[in-house]
């Protein structure tokens, strides 16, 4: 019989293009203020990526950095799983143009999309693949171009979104860290708040648009806000529940950087330190999927995160979708 074994992250990387776009440019594209948007949001700059670059090279860097991070050569990786709602391409997807831009043919590679849940999702199907045997090593890319998704006339949803990738490997770990539990959702019935038309859009959908644009993000704010703060509360204390743990036992909180008052109306709810919530919304704005991989490979790097500590990934995204997934992190400092 197959020894049970648990899957934990064992490397992160990420990717940030160069370009900033801050509140101060924006005051001078849309009718809107430094003030205002730190006030409502907490973002002072995003990571805009340039028109001339595919977004499959930033997640490409990302993984490359993952990989090296976790110690092992690209030809151990057994799958690759992309999170994204922006891809440059239908198809051929995210997951194999990576694939492609690492040499490493013939490996399984797919798109999964759950919107800014993706990279929790991803966690979770990665960690099955690991813990059945079926794969040593699963890459996750999460990337998105969101700046190529907004309208920046609307002031509601421009000042908000950010472009970068951020990657992890996930494998088997023999101690005793690793993925813990995790709990994943949907409310479909909820998903007209915050849509981006493809290749269709209902007679609705384009009528809430500025200009009549289709393939640009729309949502309304103040129903994502209640979902949000509310669901990823309790994801949180579900997953940690069904851990037999309790908040105090717990080192870290990587929630998805949406907006600072959503996140700190989430840690209201929970009665959790702020100090002990990781967050660089203020720089990188909401890069959806990659968000949460991008933060735990910053705090990884700056040695906060210490072989052991007990984290909470949680996120919530369009769909409407949410997740939290709770680990003891398998990587020494």
């Not at 770990?173 to 690793?178: I, K, L, M, R």
């Not at 949406?258 to 919530?277: D, F, G, Q, S, T």
Request: aromatic residues 6%.
């Amino acid at each position: 019989m197959t020894k049970p074994c648990k899957a934990g992250i064992l490397g992160t990387g990420s990717c940030l293009p160069d370009r900033k776009l801050t509140n101060a440019d924006l005051e001078k594209i849309v009718d809107t203020s430094d003030e205002w948007i730190v006030k409502r949001t907490g973002i002072r700059e995003r990571r805009i990526i340039d028109d001339e670059t595919p977004l499959a090279r930033l997640a490409a860097v990302a993984a490359e950095n993952a990989v090296t991070d976790a110690g092992i050569e690209k030809d151990e990786i057994d799958m690759i799983i992309g999170a994204t709602l922006t891809p440059d391409y239908l198809t051929p997807t995210l997951a194999c143009s990576v694939q492609k831009e690492l040499n490493l043919s013939g490996v399984p590679a797919f798109d999964m999309n759950a919107a800014c849940t993706g990279f929790v999702y991803a966690l979770n199907v990665a960690r099955q693949f690991i813990e059945n045997g079926t794969c040593g090593y699963v890459l996750i890319v999460a990337a998105e171009a969101l700046s190529r998704v907004v309208n920046y006339r609307d002031r509601k949803t421009c000042v908000l979104f950010g472009d970068g990738a951020g990657a992890a490997v996930v494998g088997r770990v023999e101690d005793s860290t690793g993925i813990i539990g995790c709990t994943v959702g949907a409310y479909g019935e909820l998903g007209y708040n915050l849509t981006i038309p493809c290749l269709y859009a209902s007679p609705e959908d384009i009528e809430k648009r500025i200009d009549g644009k289709r393939q640009v993000i729309w949502m309304n704010g103040s129903e994502v806000f209640a979902f949000a703060a509310k669901i990823m509360a309790e994801a949180t204390l579900r997953v940690v529940s069904a851990a037999s743990l309790s908040l105090n036992d717990l080192d870290y909180i990587f929630p998805h950087q949406a907006n600072a008052r959503i996140i700190m109306n989430a840690v209201r709810h929970l009665r959790y330190p702020m100090e002990k919530v990781y967050s660089n919304l203020e720089r990188t704005g909401n890069i959806s999927a990659a968000s949460i991989p991008v933060c735990l490979d910053e705090a990884s790097r700056a040695g906060m995160l210490k072989k052991g500590d007990k984290i909470v990934l949680v996120a919530f995204g369009g769909g409407l979708t949410y997740g939290a997934l709770l680990l003891s992190w398998s990587k020494s400092a």
